[in-house]
């Protein structure tokens, strides 16, 4: 039985309703900040809400695939096998974006103030935080359905863009937390965007190399935990992040690695047709 003729619009519909959970989560999370609880309080709910989108996809399953299971369908995201070159290219590409960034910032700053991080064990929650917060909640979701959802009917490159530019935009709300107002609120919110929507087209393109979840998890994973290391001025890092990310952006559609961006039937359209039958 073919999806479509039970819920026309499934990316459209998870999009308002990742936003529609989203939303009074995130005023909870302000709440308790204002309220003065505990930072363990609010790191639980930030991350609660993170998973926004998990949660309307989970509701939503049904009536895009009826008949099949939500669990079983997660499970199929994380079968295949890892590629160790795939990992291994990821993990440079960022890391060699973060020692740029750390040491143009480095130039304007001391030695012993450049991390937020002090010690070990706060690398440690600080890692783990961000993922529970970030990659676990929302790739699912955005990238396990929304991505591969478009992808029956646009280039894997198109679908990116669109699901990144909702992508960002569901990040609305904090952009109001940044303390940033006029100018540099404009300026942030434009490097903000092209910092994610760069980051969406690299996830893209590595996640049909590999098409195994964990792929857009670990860029996820990065993009947030570097950005968050190094103890500099918020707007600058943004615009470094966006810059650096939209060279990498611009040089895999240059390069299009075994076309996985455009120029053939994109590879993810096969595992979605199986929760079509």
């Not at 299971?69 to 291994?88: C, G, H, P, W």
């Not at 993990?91 to 020692?99: C, D, R």
């Not at 434009?190 to 792929?215: E, G, P, R, W």
């Not at 943004?238 to 060279?247: D, E, H, P, S, T």
């Amino acid at each position: 039985m073919n999806s479509e003729k039970k819920f026309k619009k499934p990316v459209a519909s998870f999009i308002v309703l990742t936003n529609i959970i989203f939303m009074p989560i995130f005023c909870l999370v302000g709440a308790i900040s204002m309220l003065g609880f505990p930072e363990w309080v609010f790191d639980v709910m930030l991350c609660i809400s993170a998973w926004s989108s998990t949660f309307a996809f989970a509701i939503l399953f049904k009536k895009i695939y009826p008949g099949q299971s939500f669990i079983q369908f997660v499970k199929d995201k994380f079968k295949n096998k890892l590629k160790f070159s795939v990992i291994l290219t990821v993990i440079m590409i960022q890391a060699s974006i973060f020692l740029m960034i750390l040491t143009i910032v480095s130039r304007n700053s001391e030695v012993d103030s450049i991390f937020t991080i002090t010690s070990w064990g706060m690398l440690f929650y600080f890692f783990i935080k961000n993922l529970l917060a970030g990659p676990f909640g929302e790739e699912i979701g955005w990238r396990g359905f929304a991505q591969i959802e478009l992808q029956k009917k646009h280039s894997p490159l198109t679908a990116s863009i669109i699901i990144g530019f909702w992508w960002g935009m569901w990040h609305l709300p904090l952009w109001f937390t940044t303390g940033l107002v006029g100018l540099d609120l404009i300026k942030y919110i434009l490097f903000f965007m092209i910092a994610l929507m760069s980051t969406k087209i690299i996830m893209t393109a590595f996640y049909n190399l590999n098409q195994n979840l964990v792929i857009p998890i670990i860029i996820h994973q990065f993009f947030n935990f570097f950005i968050g290391l190094i103890n500099g001025n918020l707007l600058d890092l943004i615009m470094y992040n966006a810059i650096f990310y939209l060279i990498g952006a611009v040089l895999l559609i240059i390069i299009n690695p075994k076309k996985v961006l455009y120029g053939k039937e994109d590879t993810n359209i096969m595992n979605v047709e199986q929760y079509m039958v």
